[in-house]
């Protein structure tokens, strides 16, 4: 309820919100657009098919062991596995927003490796038949299972630091402290920043903090720590690796400078992370896939990489445009060097030039451009210019009837 005293809510540039018969309409397709997701009735016939097996057959089969390969309890396990996995495909074009869904698609693929279950016939696969798919391995996983290769996402911080968010949204921010760019359910990375010079409202990202989670037969939790003058070729505990599970050489970390540039490949989850020292500041680049990217909970909303900055983080054009000792003309000029086309990039670095009055920050901003290509090769399709820091980022993509529509089909489907 409005206060009766507070002045009426300003009307959104995007029109008037939307009508009350528009909202009705909305919730009255709820239940037939909620209905149309069948892994309740999915996953119902699965327990259904394996009450035997509860009861009478292989205790351990549901549990991941204690099951003998090609016993009766295997085999039934298996024809309940294919039955499960065919349900799931007839709706899967309907349960893609789903979260039920997808834990359902993974518990079936990893209970299928488990029991060495074919994918067509009544029991486990023959010893002698194709090996079964490495679940430390993401891409070849997915690609089995979905019949195409996975989505991948890009967020990058440097400078000044500027974040690309997944949304190739640019924000320069002012962020002090340490501040969140990704928290889900497999990876958490954290960048702790502090100002570029003393009074600047501009920050540097001083400290990187990347932690790999527990991940089953992948990998123990491994951190990552970084600091300027200090890129470690390991992990904290020292080792290179995701430990002694079997699937531990899914996540190594090399080194293509000492010192300057080290690279973490997390082939379990389908991602490349960089991380770079120049000009006295760190820069981090991920290519991620979309599926890790987006699982995270409701109380895991502040993420850089996922939102952009905060609206009350982000520098406005004012501050944006101070000028320090280097003037804006030769700032121009010395970013034109590596970067000959005025996009988000060009901008970014003549900002740093700017504010920081140093000229090796150049080369934050053309690193940057490098990751982000070596990443997404059709990067030239895109126009990236700066987003505007006084638009939340939600805004500037939808219209706020189309918003409040989503808000309501969201709320139908909890």
């Given at each position: ?151 991948f996402l ?6 000044d630091p ?58 123990d939790q ?193």
């Amino acid at each position: 309820m409005g206060d009766p005293g507070q002045p009426p809510s300003p009307r959104s540039p995007y029109g008037s919100p939307p009508t009350l018969s528009t909202l009705t309409l909305l919730l009255l397709l709820c239940g037939h657009a909620h209905s149309q997701c069948k892994i309740l009735r999915c996953n119902a016939e699965y327990v259904s098919s394996t009450l035997s097996l509860r009861r009478g057959g292989s205790p351990g089969a549901l549990r991941g062991g204690g099951g003998r390969a090609g016993g009766v309890g295997s085999s039934g396990l298996c024809r309940a596995l294919r039955s499960y996995a065919l349900c799931t495909r007839r709706t899967a074009r309907t349960c893609r927003g789903d979260l039920a869904f997808h834990s359902a698609v993974h518990g079936i693929e990893d209970l299928m490796i488990q029991h060495n279950c074919s994918r067509s016939g009544s029991g486990p696969a023959r010893s002698s038949g194709p090996p079964a798919p490495d679940p430390c391995d993401y891409e070849g996983r997915f690609s089995r299972l979905h019949g195409r290769p996975p989505g991948f996402l890009h967020c990058a911080s440097f400078g000044d630091p500027h974040v690309r968010s997944f949304h190739h949204h640019f924000h320069t921010c002012r962020v002090q402290g340490a501040w969140p760019l990704l928290d889900n359910d497999f990876l958490f990375v954290q960048a702790t920043s502090s100002p570029v010079a003393w009074g600047a409202n501009a920050t540097t990202t001083r400290k990187l903090t990347i932690i790999f989670k527990n991940m089953q037969e992948c990998i123990d939790q491994k951190v990552y720590q970084a600091e300027v003058d200090n890129l470690p070729a390991a992990f904290e505990d020292g080792s290179i690796n995701g430990g002694d599970r079997p699937g531990g050489s899914s996540l190594s970390i090399q080194t293509a400078d000492p010192g300057s540039h080290v690279q973490i490949q997390a082939a379990y989850i389908g991602t490349t992370i960089i991380i770079r020292q120049t000009a006295g500041q760190l820069s981090f680049s991920i290519k991620v896939a979309e599926e890790v990217a987006r699982a995270f909970s409701a109380e895991q909303d502040l993420q850089l990489c996922v939102g952009g900055c905060p609206p009350s983080q982000r520098l406005s054009r004012s501050e944006r445009n101070r000028r320090g000792a280097i003037t804006i003309d030769t700032a121009r000029q010395l970013c034109k060097e590596g970067l000959p086309v005025e996009d988000a990039y060009f901008h970014s670095c003549v900002f740093d030039v700017l504010i920081s009055g140093d000229p090796n920050f150049t080369v934050a901003a053309q690193t940057a451009l490098e990751d982000a290509r070596a990443f997404l090769p059709d990067l030239e399709k895109l126009h990236l210019f700066p987003s505007d820091a006084g638009v939340p980022l939600a805004s500037a993509a939808f219209p706020a009837p189309f918003l409040s529509g989503l808000f309501v089909l969201w709320l139908c489907i909890q």
